[in-house]
């Protein structure tokens, strides 16, 4: 059985004090047993003080990016060592604002994956097409390239530790969301994909998450589709009841 995972951005959002208000609030109005495995990602400086805050709770920790490299002169960034040995076992990579705003290639997310995975932290991939790509009907070549480039040179073995999401870059903070056929349509064929290439088990058991502006009101459908596992949410995830009510949605 695949997971179920619905997963908050926060990206450059929340400083400590906020951080720490939104996570109390989440505490309170989350239900305890849920469908879905939630996880909260938070600004690098704030993962720490997330850790503590939630350790009894079953709220997982992400951090949004890491550098590839063990450690060295890299000003700035930050190792999977460092995030593992503050408590993060999780972490987003190869997000489109990286790609588009810090250029990261698929060869730089490659290396980043297989790091994390070296550190045994799952990893949510992210991928998807923009716009231009859509509307010449290239949407699929797009997707199919970033996996294989990005993801598909890692072992069956560490399939385990890889989540899935699928972004459409122009439904990224947008409030356009893909129709939820067109998510379907653009899961089924991740799924087939992986198929391809790692065979029924890896493909039947991936998680793939839908994200790019989902909020409540469009939640319950996305996530009624049957290759849709779940989401990565990034404006509604800075708002508790929005995100609880996409949570409870699953
Ligand atoms: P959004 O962001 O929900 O604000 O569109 C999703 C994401 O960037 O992961």
New binding site residues.
Partial sequence: MRKKIVAG?W?MHKNAEQTEDLLNELIAKLPTETNAHVMVAPTFVNLASAVDHLEFTNIEVAAQNLHAAEGGAFTGEISADMLKSVGVTNVILG???RRAMFHETDAVIAAKVDTALRHEMTVLF?FGEELKDRQTGNHFNIVENQLRDGLFHIEAKNWDKIVL?Y?PVW????GETASPDQAQEMHQFIRETVRKSFGNDIADNVSILY????KPDNAVEIFSKPDVDGG??????LKADDFVAIVNSI
């Fill in positions: 951005n990206k997000h489109s604002e992210c999401a972004e439904a990224i903070g947008t994200g790019g502006s989902v990565l949410i990034g404006g509604a995830a």
